[in-house]
């Protein structure tokens, strides 16, 4: 039985699951010892997609070379979008929930939302902690921890323990608004499935019209005036 924190992060993260790589064990890991446990148990393998190097299930990386020996082909590019763009540890990912919180605290401080006392017991807790009492901050008092503070720190940042690049089968696009890319990239298993990240893309490894009968279904959300479509898990399917 999924806790209401982990059913919210199943439905931010959870297309992860329908891959037909080797998906994560559990909706959130517990630690730095059960990331590196598991991503010791995966068959890996790095490649470089322009200036960056990145790690990824092998599976995910084979097909991430092809679709970019395919754009290459086309005339276009497929690069990684930054050092991290590929598999990260789950340290890389606490260090950026930790910078949304510490920012969040000084600034609902300086506006006067949050006393002191709160700010110091919310900097003290755990990442793992920290996530139910700053998604219920957000939830119920309108205190936001995402970057511009007006929208909820999943908008920003994974959770801990529930990024999709724990598990090797993520991939930062920099070509992320070039719609060519994208159909290349769906083509060979790569799809869009966290809303509110255009240049992020996971390893499902499935046609696209397999996915709504696995659980999956299709959402669209404007950014800047193009229309771009995300495969999420189905809320009526959770």
Do not use: C
Request: proline share 5%.
């Amino acid at each position: 039985m999924l806790t209401p924190v982990e059913k919210r992060l199943f439905a931010e993260y959870g297309a992860v699951f329908a891959t037909t790589a080797t998906p994560p064990p559990t909706v959130v890991f517990a630690g730095a010892d059960d990331v590196e446990a598991f991503q010791a148990s995966l068959a890996v393998a790095s490649a470089a997609f322009g200036v960056h190097s990145v790690v990824l299930q092998t599976a995910a990386l084979e097909a991430l070379s092809s679709a970019a020996s395919e754009a290459a082909e086309n005339g276009a590019s497929l690069t990684a979008r930054a050092a991290d763009a590929g598999g990260r540890s789950y340290e890389e990912t606490v260090k950026l929930w930790t910078r949304n919180v510490t920012r969040g605290i000084e600034h609902w401080q300086e506006l006067g939302r949050m006393d002191p006392e709160h700010g110091r017991s919310l900097f003290e807790m755990s990442p793992k902690e920290q996530v139910a009492v700053v998604l219920d901050l957000e939830e119920r008092e309108g205190i936001f921890f995402g970057t511009f503070f007006d929208k909820s720190i999943l908008y920003s940042v994974a959770a801990p323990g529930a990024s999709q690049h724990l598990s090797m089968l993520a991939f930062d696009v920099a070509e992320y608004e070039d719609r060519e890319t994208e159909r290349i990239l769906g083509r060979y298993g790569w799809y869009r499935t966290v809303p509110n990240d255009l240049p992020h893309f996971t390893y499902l490894g499935r046609a696209e019209d397999e996915l709504p009968a696995i659980g999956l279904r299709r959402v669209e959300r404007m950014y800047r005036e193009q229309m771009y479509g995300f495969w999420t898990p189905d809320p009526d399917r959770l």
